[in-house]
């Protein structure tokens, strides 16, 4: 034995005692070390015990007066010596821990580092006590089978009481998914974590504290942006926390790519709520924005419209030419009908032909005659095709609240009669609800 640990240390009056205790140190499996902080800013080994040694050190290899940055791995002597620093600045112990290289390989190293004060209460010493955490190993080398049968990746992320986070395990399958490497990660938590798209990290950010309050599961389904292509992918995580005994939170959990799910259920939303040809709104969509912008007409006290438009010529065009003519005319149609719209005015087709507008927000009856003549007048322009040049008219009708009606339905009734009875007197008119008689009214 080179040099006593105990005897280093100073601590203790009794030459027996101290060789008792220095075989019980010596003895034991855990790593133990003594650091000091020499006049050159430069952390130094004080001593060692055979644990220790077995886990950094050759045989033989001599330990007193060495610095640990020429002893130890760069990383790991980095880590060594930054929480050294917090242990002098703090004057009380913390505990750390790490990945024992390859990352992944199931093995992790818990270390308590211990200030040692002199009778100024000056700290003179560290004293750490290394052990691998069996747990943990074991733990992580069964995260590590599971990963073989599964796709996306398999994860532990921990928090210290510091808030700073760190991946303890993960999986290859993070870089196939997200072209972030597994080592880099556990060195570096953020590579990771940063790939969450802007637009999701807060809430997801938000939903971890609270998962660490309440230690409930977790089920998240968010956008990551892949590393190798900046690739958009959607990401479905499941985990659970626990408390861990420094009083952070540890999550295990899974992690897989659900983009093709994601847009799958994106398109199914699309076509219960939009018009397959033409992506306006269809009826139900259309209904339900309607009653609220006639909810905000009645307490806002303005006025809204109802148009009706149908399509003049448009059977003949579809005959002649064939469905597929007709369908590019349909979406011809719509896109110029919505160029002569405002933000919050809303579109919509019926059905075949048949389109209907709201505006709301407006002063009255001639803020809707200026659309409608727009409308009117775009509709029936020259529609240029690959092979052909055909045109459409449009018969409008229009309905204002509240001199028409004060019920969506209504309205669509008063604005729909009044757009047939377009209809009847030649293509390209606009009729309003309330110049039809008494008798025209239905």
């Known amino acids: 034995m080179d040099t006593t640990i105990l005897l280093a240390l ?83 112990s913390i505990s750390f821990r790490e990945s024992v290289d390859p990352p992944g390989s199931g093995r992790v190293r818990e270390t308590t580092l211990l200030p040692f004060t002199n009778t100024s209460g000056s700290v003179t010493a ?25 796709p996306g990746f398999i994860y532990e992320l921990e928090q210290g009481p510091d808030g700073a986070f760190r991946y303890t395990f993960l999986s290859s399958g993070v870089q196939a998914l997200l072209g972030v490497p597994p080592a880099a990660a556990m060195r570096d938590a953020n590579l990771l974590l940063d790939r969450i798209h802007r637009d999701d990290y807060p809430g997801v950010m938000a939903e971890t504290a609270a998962q ?109 030419y064939g469905h597929a003519v007709g369908d590019e005319v349909l979406r011809v149609s719509a896109d110029r009908m919505g160029a002569c719209l405002r933000a919050p005015d809303i579109l919509c087709r019926l059905g075949g032909d048949e389109f209907v507008i709201v505006l709301p927000m407006i002063a009255g009856r001639a803020n809707a005659a200026t659309v409608a003549t727009k409308v009117l007048q775009a509709v029936a322009e020259p529609i240029v095709l690959p092979d052909q040049v055909t045109r459409v008219g449009a018969s409008i009708g229009v309905a204002v609240y509240p001199a028409d009606g004060d019920d969506l339905r209504v309205l669509m009734g008063q604005a729909d009669f009044a757009m047939y009875t ?6 390209g008119q606009i009729v309003y609800a309330d110049s039809l008689g008494e008798s025209e009214h239905p």
Not at 52 to 77: I, N
Not at 422 to 427: E, L, P, Y
Request: with cysteine.
């Open 126 to 150: 560290i004293a750490a006590v290394c052990n691998q955490v069996v747990e943990a190993a074991d733990r992580i080398d069964t995260l590590a089978q599971i990963d073989r049968y599964l």
């Open 212 to 320: 660490a309050e309440t230690l409930a599961p977790w089920r998240g389904v968010f956008r990551m942006v892949r590393a190798s292509d900046d690739a958009i992918v959607w990401i479905e995580c499941y985990d659970t926390p626990q408390r861990l005994g420094d009083g952070g939170i540890r999550w295990v959990g899974y992690a897989n790519d659900v983009t093709q799910r994601v847009e799958l259920e994106q398109q199914i939303r699309k076509l219960a709520h939009f018009d397959s040809l033409t992506g306006l709104p269809n009826r139900n969509q259309f209904m339900e924005r309607a009653d609220q912008a006639l909810i905000m007409a009645q307490r806002d006290g303005s006025s809204l419209a109802v148009l009706y438009v149908d399509l003049d010529g448009f059977k003949a065009v579809n005959d002649c």
């Open 10 to 92: 100073d601590a203790l009056d009794g030459l027996e005692t101290a060789e008792v205790l220095q075989s019980i140190v010596d003895a034991s499996a855990d790593g133990v070390c003594l650091i000091e902080l020499g006049v050159d800013g430069e952390y130094r080994y004080l001593a060692a015990n055979p644990a220790y040694r077995r886990l950094f050190f050759p045989a033989e290899q001599p330990v007193a007066g060495r610095r640990l940055a020429e002893c130890l791995p760069e990383q790991v002597a980095s880590d060594l010596e930054l929480n050294c620093r917090q242990c002098l600045s703090g004057g009380k």
């Open 422 to 427: 377009a209809k009847r007197s030649g293509s």
